[in-house]
Each structure stands twice: as structure tokens, then as C-alpha cells.
């Protein structure tokens, strides 16, 4: 029995539900940013949360199915739009992962505030850090881009793995604006980690080109984490709550 075929509908299938997904955690975390209460804040997170555990999973399956789809068309590993899509799903478990683990602390957070002031008090105004604002909206970005690298399948690794670095900066442009925006926070911290990947590259003279775009890529990630965070802004007034 020819699996191929099965295997393409699988992966199309993870990416459809993947997608799905995505759709259900932009619109929870729209609504969780405009929520007047605490307990509204904690339902619309809290959805969230439920939704985006089945992201590692769709990951898991898009790499099975296409690892074996590779297998049975012979294509190389080394090939560049195999190499832009493995780095792709490698980027999206690692910050998914930062992600969870960040959403898991506030969830916790917002079912303190709960249990001492009660689901009706009003919802804290929060500012959160550059990555955390920044990523969702780029982890969309990659994603796309990979898609696209994943249908042209270019030749070369720069042309692959710049149509991905092209996803992230449309994901930033389109992120939620910060207060200042998004590329006055980051771009200081990024730029310092850029030269200082690019120094190391220098140094070690790595002879694979993904490796070298890797030790930059990894400055860039340094530089977002290390960005200032923005300032916690006070909780909201009650308004004609009566119970505060």
C-alpha cells in the first residue's frame, strides 16, 4: 500500500488545524487585552492556554509526515528548503515552549487575583515584555514563510532561509505597537546581539552556511529577550462594580 498519499493528507491536515488554532488564540488574546474583570481575563486566557497545547503537537506531525514524504521522493536533507523548514519548526517549539511557560506564570497570576479580590474585580492593565508581544504575531510570520519556502522549494539556502527572515519581519511589523514601539525597544539590544554573533562568527569560522546564519539568528533572539520591558501599568479603577 503507497502511504504517500496519507501521509500528504495528514500534513495538510495538521497544517489546516494548526492554522485553526492560531485563528482561536488571536481571538482569545484580543479579548483577554479588553477584558473589564479579572475573572473574564482568567476564562479568555485560560482558553488560550487549552488551545495552544495542540500546537506541539500539529509540529510533531508536520515533521513525521515530511521527513517521511522526503524519504520516499529521496530528497536530501541538506536540501535548502529542508533545512529552512526544520530550523522553522525548531524556532516555533522553542518560542512556543518560552510562550507556554510564560502563559502557564500569568495564568497562575490571574487565579491568585481571583481567589483574594474575587472574579469581579477589575482587570489589571499590563504591559507585557517586547518577546512576549512580539513573538506570537512572528511565530505567524515564520510559519507562512516556511509554507511558501515549502511550495517554491528554492536552491539556495540564503534565498530559503531569507524568504524566512522575511516572515519574521512582517511579523513584527504587524505585532501589537508598544509604548514606544516595538522597533525603538528592540532594535538597540538586537543590533548588539547581531555584531556580537557576528564576531563569534568570525572567530570560529564555521563552514556551513546554516550554521553561520544559525550563530546570527541566535544573537537576534538574545537581543529581543534582552530588550527593556515596559513598565507594569495600575490596575483600572472600579466602575459602578459596587463590590470593590
Known amino acids: 500500500m503507497d502511504l504517500y498519499p ?17 485563528a ?25 492556554m487549552s488551545a495552544s497545547k495542540l500546537f506541539p503537537l500539529c509540529l510533531l506531525v508536520l515533521a513525521i509526515t515530511g521527513g517521511y ?11 535548502a528548503f529542508v533545512v529552512a ?17 510564560k502563559g502557564g506564570a ?28 512580539l513573538l506570537p504575531t512572528i511565530n505567524t510570520g515564520v510559519a507562512a514563510a516556511v509554507a511558501l519556502v515549502m511550495v ?18 512582517v511579523g513584527v511589523l504587524i505585532a501589537p ?4 514601539p516595538a522597533a525603538i525597544v528592540l532594535l538597540p539590544t538586537i543590533n548588539t546581539g547581531v555584531a556580537l554573533a557576528v564576531a563569534l562568527d568570525m572567530v570560529v569560522k ?13 544573537g537576534v533572539v538574545l537581543g529581543v529577550f534582552a530588550a527593556p520591558k515596559p513598565p507594569v501599568v495600575a490596575a483600572q479603577p472600579a466602575v459602578a462594580s459596587g463590590g470593590d
Open 177 to 180: 505597537k508598544l509604548a514606544p
Open 152 to 169: 517554491t522549494k528554492p536552491t539556495s539556502l540564503p534565498i530559503a532561509l531569507g524568504i524566512v527572515a522575511v516572515g519574521v519581519v
Open 206 to 218: 564555521p563552514t556551513t552556511l546554516p550554521v553561520a546564519f544559525g550563530i546570527v539568528a541566535v
Open 24 to 48: 482561536v488564540t488571536k481571538l482569545a488574546a484580543g479579548r483577554r487585552a479588553r477584558a473589564r474583570t479579572v475573572g473574564e481575563a482568567l476564562e479568555w486566557h485560560s482558553t488560550l
Open 69 to 79: 514524504m522526503l524519504s520516499v521522493l529521496k530528497v536530501s536533507m541538506s536540501s
Open 85 to 101: 523548514g526544520v530550523f522553522g519548526i525548531v524556532w516555533l517549539f522553542a518560542t512556543g515552549t518560552f510562550l507556554g511557560i
Open 6 to 22: 496519507i501521509a500528504k493528507y495528514v500534513h495538510l491536515f495538521a497544517l489546516f488545524i494548526a492554522a485553526g488554532v492560531t
Open 106 to 133: 500569568l495564568k497562575g497570576v490571574l487565579e491568585g487575583m481571583v481567589a483574594a479580590q474575587g472574579a469581579d474585580h477589575p482587570a489589571p492593565k499590563m504591559a507585557p515584555p517586547a518577546a512576549i508581544v
